[in-house]
């Protein structure tokens, strides 16, 4: 597949939305009980674009847009400043094409430039595929939250994983600040 990897704008909240709508319709991957709307995620989309990054993968042949990935803040305490929460979600039957590696690749690319330093990630138990490719991705597992998420009539796990963006984190923070 030839994909175009791009920053995503307000065109493309209603196909974001339209793919990520899946996923809280019909799986445990996304805790999110409603699918958000068009404007809901035309908001999104500006609110973490602004700040640290949201992509869309594009079919070449087609213009459609088959997948997204995106960085928003890790937590609301100054002291996280510099970590970001990645997540990547693609069209049905778009896994283990390679759309998801070139999106979380472009997207780290990106999260790095402006001048973040680990990504965190959380999985939603059991997702092999997720979890494969944060793996070959460098990601390392730190932890799992038992039972900490009700969605579909079962208890679900939640899997922490993280990745730094630079090799080294000792010392002083970096000049300036991310974003």
Same mark, same amino acid.
């Given at each position: 597949?030839?994909?175009?990897? %791009?920053?995503?704008? *307000?065109?493309?909240?209603?196909?974001? /939305?339209?793919?990520?709508?899946?996923?809280? !319709?019909?799986?445990?991957?996304?805790?999110?009980?409603?699918?958000?709307?068009?404007?809901?995620?035309?908001?999104?989309?500006?609110?973490? *674009?602004?700040?640290?990054?949201? +992509?869309?993968?594009?079919?070449? /042949?087609?213009?459609?847009?088959? &997948?997204? /990935?995106?960085?928003?803040?890790?937590?609301?305490?100054?002291?996280?400043?510099?970590?970001?929460?990645?997540?990547?979600? @693609?069209?049905? #039957? !778009?896994?283990?094409?390679? *759309?998801?590696?070139?999106?979380?690749?472009?997207?780290?690319?990106?999260?790095?430039?402006?001048?973040?330093? %680990?990504?965190?990630?959380?999985? *939603? @138990?059991?997702?092999?595929?997720? @979890?494969?490719?944060?793996?070959?991705? &460098?990601?390392?597992?730190?932890?799992?939250?038992?039972?900490? #998420?009700?969605?579909? #009539?079962?208890? %679900?796990?939640?899997? !922490? @994983?993280?990745?730094? +963006?630079?090799?080294?984190?000792?010392?002083?923070?970096?000049?300036?600040?991310?974003?």
């Amino acid at each position: 597949m030839d994909l175009t990897i %791009r920053p995503a704008t *307000a065109d493309d909240a209603a196909a974001c /939305a339209d793919i990520y709508g899946f996923y809280v !319709r019909h799986t445990h991957v996304s805790f999110e009980t409603e699918p958000p709307g068009t404007a809901e995620m035309a908001r999104r989309i500006a609110g973490y *674009a602004a700040g640290h990054a949201w +992509l869309v993968a594009e079919d070449r /042949a087609t213009g459609d847009v088959v &997948g997204f /990935a995106y960085g928003s803040p890790y937590s609301a305490r100054e002291a996280y400043r510099w970590a970001v929460e990645t997540s990547v979600y @693609l069209e049905v #039957g !778009r896994r283990r094409t390679g *759309a998801g590696r070139a999106l979380y690749e472009a997207l780290f690319e990106r999260l790095a430039e402006r001048g973040y330093r %680990r990504l965190v990630a959380g999985l *939603a @138990l059991p997702n092999d595929a997720s @979890l494969g490719l944060h793996m070959a991705l &460098g990601f390392e597992v730190v932890g799992t939250l038992r039972r900490i #998420g009700w969605k579909h #009539g079962r208890w %679900r796990d939640v899997m !922490r @994983l993280q990745k730094d +963006l630079v090799p080294e984190l000792g010392g002083a923070p970096p000049a300036g600040e991310p974003g």
